[in-house]
């Protein structure tokens, strides 16, 4: 691949801006040693935080939370033995090693190369970066499958475009971690999130109840917006910094040959087999991916949404084999094994950084400084007394920087709900109000926080194609996404609240106290 940088008489402000960013983020160590060294940080601060007697109250409990000190014997002995689970237990490594062994088939196979170019032979170019980004935001009612499959395909569908591959993967960043919290429908995230809301509603009223849906009118006004943004920011920013690839340069598509023919309608009808499947298992009251005797939809439907991964890993293992028996790429078992194998070799070094995310993540989790500092945080915004928007914009900014500093969307808002919906509802806004803005702020900044769980995994796709990157490039290369979207949907977010719109089914802006 060319350099990405344009020549110097060429570049703008904000060309030189993210330039100096770039360098500044790779001057740092390797993100693996990066890790390593933030796990020892965070034992040193916890050392710090116990020796001046760092505590909180627990907003749920009452209870006093003080710093818990790793200096010391006991926490010589935990770091120690949870080492091993600290890294097995870790949630993306498993999501990722079994989604795309199910891929590596798919892929070994030739199906993922003649989709490839049966796509991009017949969409328009110029639709291509907003189906994209699109495709990550809707990827995200699925899961990690955005993360795991949509990225690397989207370098490879403009690669074939004739266009930087570079380019193809932060507009499908952008939509998928970008533009986490904003779909045409509900996904895993929803009621995990709506669950942890209703906890630390009933803080201050014991019988309130939020539902899964309770942000999706705004989650569906959000998804135009986000790909709109998405797609703007790639052509007018992005694209500067890794301009097409010459057309030599480009994967050249021979016509579709019989046999790639007859391989993808193989596949076509394995995907639409196992389809029906979900649907017999998923639709009927007693189907077998359902929850028996439950009656709301999407608790009923737990099973088959925690199962994505498992579907992912089937599909891509069944209409692989199904495409490489009618196409002739697959003769016998060793091929599929082979195919599992491949896909396994190129995340050696996401393997490694891996293991030392995974012990700064719990070391932090360990040391109760997460809560503190969601503590202290809603002590500051408490003593400003602003109007709605003006502390509502306070929050997603707040959040925001947090989501820097503790990637997991679901293990922040557990920690955070029970500060600041209880605190929220005494001033009179409903936890599912709460729940818009920080979901606003928890999107917006995971495509340039390196303790997104899957931050690691992008460095691994970005170095395909350029060798010397690092967490200086994504961060460069997706900030203007992180500040776009974050001023155009707090924007949005203003005018909802300004105008009383209802952000979800039965969903209100405002709590009122019921009386007792």
């Known amino acids: 691949m060319t350099d990405a940088a344009p020549p110097a008489a060429r570049r703008s402000a904000v060309d030189r801006f993210l330039y100096i960013v770039e360098r500044g983020g790779n001057a740092l160590p ?23 007697d760092l505590a909180v109250q627990h907003p749920a409990t009452g209870e006093e939370v003080r710093a818990v000190n790793l200096m010391t014997v006991e926490g010589l002995q935990r770091i120690l033995t949870g080492l091993i689970t600290n890294f097995t237990s870790f949630a993306p490594l498993g999501t990722v090693l079994v989604s795309l062994i199910g891929i590596g088939v798919a892929e070994h196979s030739g199906l993922i190369g003649a989709a ?15 189906v994209v980004v699109f495709a990550g935001i809707m990827s995200n009612m699925a899961s990690e499958i ?10 490879l569908i403009f ?26 429908l509900l996904g895993t995230i929803d009621p995990l999130l709506a669950g942890l809301s209703q906890e630390a509603a009933r803080i201050i009223d014991p019988d309130y109840e939020v539902s899964a849906a309770a942000n999706w009118w705004f989650m569906i006004a959000s998804t135009p917006l986000i790909a709109l943004l998405g797609t703007a920011v790639t052509e007018w920013i992005v694209a500067k910094r ?22 993808l309608l193989w596949a076509l009808l394995a995907g639409l087999g196992i389809t029906v499947l979900v649907l017999l298992g998923t639709v009927p009251d007693d189907g077998f991916l359902r929850k028996a005797g439950e009656a ?38 060793v091929d599929v094994i082979k195919g599992m194998g491949k896909s396994m070799e190129t995340l050696a070094s996401y393997m490694v950084l891996t293991f030392f995310a995974a012990q700064f993540v719990a070391f932090f989790n360990w040391t109760q400084l997460g809560l503190i500092f969601a503590v202290e945080g809603a002590d500051v915004l408490k003593t400003l007394d ?50 818009v803005g920080y979901r606003i702020g928890d999107s917006v900044t995971n495509i340039i926080s390196p ?66």
Do not use: C
Request: cysteine-free; hydrophobic content about 55%; charged content about 10%.
């Open 30 to 52: 390797h993100p693996t040693t990066l890790f390593a060294v933030m796990a020892l940080a965070v034992i040193l601060m916890s050392g710090l935080a116990s020796l001046f």
């Open 116 to 130: 490839l170019r049966l796509l991009v032979l017949s969409a328009p170019r110029r639709l291509l970066t907003f």
């Open 146 to 155: 955005g993360y795991v499959l949509l990225v690397p395909l989207s370098a």
């Open 159 to 184: 690669i074939a475009a004739g266009r930087h591959p570079i380019l193809g993967m932060a507009a499908a960043f952008a939509g998928v971690s970008g533009g986490y919290s904003a779909n045409l």
């Open 242 to 263: 890794f301009p097409d690839a010459p057309a030599e340069a480009g994967e050249k598509f021979e016509p579709m040959t019989a046999a790639e023919k007859r391989g």
């Open 296 to 333: 709301e939809t999407l608790k009923a439907l737990d099973p088959f949404l925690k199962s994505i991964v498992a579907m992912i890993f089937v599909y891509g293992v069944v209409t692989g084999v199904a495409y490489g028996l009618g196409a002739g790429t697959i003769r016998s078992d």
């Open 386 to 435: 602003l109007p709605a928007v003006p502390l509502f914009i306070a929050f997603i900014l707040l959040t925001a920087t947090a989501n820097l500093f503790m990637g997991s969307a679901s293990a922040k808002w557990a920690l955070m709900a029970p500060v600041f919906v209880p605190m929220f509802m005494l001033l009179g806004y409903s936890p599912e109000l709460t729940q």
């Open 451 to 516: 303790m997104m769980s899957y931050f690691a995994l992008i460095i691994a796709f970005l170095q395909r194609y350029e060798p010397k990157a690092g967490i200086g490039t994504i961060v460069a290369t997706m900030l203007p996404y992180s500040i776009t979207f974050l001023i155009g949907w707090t924007v949005l977010f203003a005018i909802w609240v300004t105008f009383g719109l209802p952000i979800g089914p039965g969903a209100p802006l405002e709590y009122v106290p019921t009386a007792r």
